[in-house]
């Protein structure tokens, strides 16, 4: 089992930025796709990112498509979600997770595909 835990959120004005990271530990972070995913208040939990254990592919909700951008760097374990153009509607608590398979071929994107989960950090866009 792997441990996630993210960082970074906070409150931002919207139109600004922010930049979410999750680091990893337990076992290895390496073969893992890894995703992003939010909840706001009332709501259910909604896929925002995703990228393949290569780093070579990426995935993106429409809402955010253009604005967010995942990346990862194996070598520190994290994930990042750089977060631009930031708007209201993108308050929400945000998840990073861990595929449940390594080498998978397809990016994963349904809370199914992924096993494992952090705690969340709270992202609040004010207007």
């Known amino acids: 089992q792997v441990q996630l835990v993210e960082s970074g959120g906070g409150l931002v004005q919207a139109g600004g930025s922010l930049r979410l990271s999750c680091a990893a530990s337990?076992?290895?972070?390496?073969?893992?796709?890894m995703g992003w995913f939010r909840q706001a208040a009332g709501k259910e939990r909604e896929f925002v990112a995703a990228?393949?254990?290569?780093?070579?592919?990426?995935i993106y909700a429409d809402s955010v498509k253009g604005r967010f951008t995942i990346s990862r760097d194996d070598a520190k374990n994290t994930v990042y979600l750089q977060m631009n153009s930031l708007k209201p509607e993108d308050t929400a608590v945000y998840y990073c997770?861990?595929?449940?398979?390594?080498?998978?071929?397809?990016?994963?994107?349904?809370?199914?595909?992924?096993?494992?989960w952090g705690q969340g950090t709270q992202v609040t866009v004010s207007s």
């Open positions: 997770a861990a595929d449940n398979y390594r080498f998978q071929t397809a990016v994963p994107r349904t809370t199914a595909d992924f096993g494992s």
């Open positions: 337990g076992r290895t972070f390496s073969g893992y796709s």
């Open positions: 990228i393949r254990w290569s780093g070579g592919s990426t």
